[in-house]
């Protein structure tokens, strides 16, 4: 019989190489670029399936190499997680080995005590539906979500070396850990002979957090660092500058954007920042990200977004004058005042 073979339909750009950066993460083997793409907002099943598509592709098409999802990421939960199978199957399969998709377990999930938290039940059964619903054989990090105050933290990291060992994940990462939790967490990881590739926190200039200890603590461990909601889900951008506009994340019902986190403080500096921005030649989501990638420590900026241009805007301002002394001083002056 002739096997007539498929089309393809997308050809990635071969020049995408050329038009990011890539750092390493920690002391590990892996570099990812130096903004990388989420999927949990604007990949669910009520979004608009040819419109996450045309994000990925313009992704992929500047050298954005890595992909990150989690069960839950909806609505309704695990829909991301399809929509990206579906369009693997359409567009990526030929350059699987050139992604780093990264999925996770942690939060609420499915009913009853075995579908949230740190289990090694919850974990592994989570990690088959992870993989199921994206049509894959193996994701390259799987992360525990978030710290479990309940489970032993032998028994979680147990379960990050076993779907490791078992080939389900070919590195274990851990999100949302603060610096006691994550030294003992790398400690057992290390131990286990399955190293911590990868932390996940939050970081922004609204949420200074992981400058308290945790990056130091990555740093001395030789783990990476990828931080997300950078933008603070879109307040460090040119979104609200003048109200809340219908197409944006603080406008849908039940959005992780609560509206009250857009008070007249935080809008007047947002418009200071975004003046300061503009005298630099950037916008603000630009120097927003510009911001996080000052550090060291920090591998890549984890973006969302919701049309590819944002995508395109984020990636171009990687490559725009680095911020001075003298910005930096400027911001932290804006950050500071009442
Ligand atoms: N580990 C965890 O616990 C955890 C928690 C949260 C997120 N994450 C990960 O981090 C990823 C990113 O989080 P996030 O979506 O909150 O990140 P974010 O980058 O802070 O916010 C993304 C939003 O900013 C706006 N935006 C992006 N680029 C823009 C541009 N150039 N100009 C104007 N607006 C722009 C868009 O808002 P509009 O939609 O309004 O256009 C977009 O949806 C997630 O997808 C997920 O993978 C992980």
């Known amino acids: 019989m002739k096997i007539i073979p498929v089309p393809l339909e997308y050809f990635a750009d071969p020049l995408r190489y050329e038009k990011i950066n890539y750092r390493r993460a920690g002391l590990s083997g892996i570099q990812l670029p130096v903004v990388s793409l989420g999927l949990w907002n604007n990949f669910s099943g009520v979004d608009s399936i040819e419109n996450s598509r045309a994000m990925l592709r313009t992704a992929f098409d500047l050298g954005i190499t890595h992909f990150d999802l989690a069960n839950n990421y909806g609505p309704p939960p695990g829909s991301a997680e399809e929509t990206f199978g579906a369009i693997l199957k359409k567009d990526f399969l030929p350059y699987r080995d050139e992604l780093i998709i990264s999925s996770k377990a942690g939060y609420d999930m499915w009913p009853g005590p075995y579908g949230d938290f740190g289990s090694r039940k919850y974990l592994i059964a989570s990690i088959d539906q992870s993989l199921k619903r994206m049509g894959l054989d193996y994701v390259d990090i799987f992360y525990h979500h978030r710290p479990d105050p309940n489970t ?49 926190p939050n970081y922004s200039m609204l949420d200074r957090w992981v400058e308290e200890g945790l990056l130091d603590e990555l740093s001395k461990e030789g783990v990476g660092c990828i931080v997300f909601s950078p933008l603070a889900q879109g307040i460090l951008t040119n979104r609200y500058l003048n109200g809340i506009p219908e197409d944006s994340r603080a406008a849908k019902p039940n959005s992780a954007l609560d509206r009250a986190e857009l008070s007249d403080m935080v809008i007047s500096k947002v418009r200071r920042l975004n003046e300061f921005a503009q005298q630099l030649g950037l916008s603000l989501a630009q120097l927003a990200i510009n911001w996080v990638l000052r550090r060291p420590e920090v591998t890549s900026a984890l973006i969302g977004a919701s049309r590819p241009s944002q995508i395109t805007e984020i990636v171009q301002g990687t490559w725009k004058t680095a911020l001075s002394k003298e910005d930096m001083q400027t911001i932290e002056v804006i950050l500071s005042e009442e």
């Open 152 to 200: 032993p933290l032998e028994e979680t990291m147990g379960a990050l070396d076993a779907i490791v060992r078992s080939g389900k994940a070919l590195y274990a990462g851990i999100s949302n850990y603060h610096p006691k939790e994550a030294h003992q967490a790398i400690k057992i990881l290390r131990q286990l002979g399955t190293p911590c590739l990868i932390h996940q």
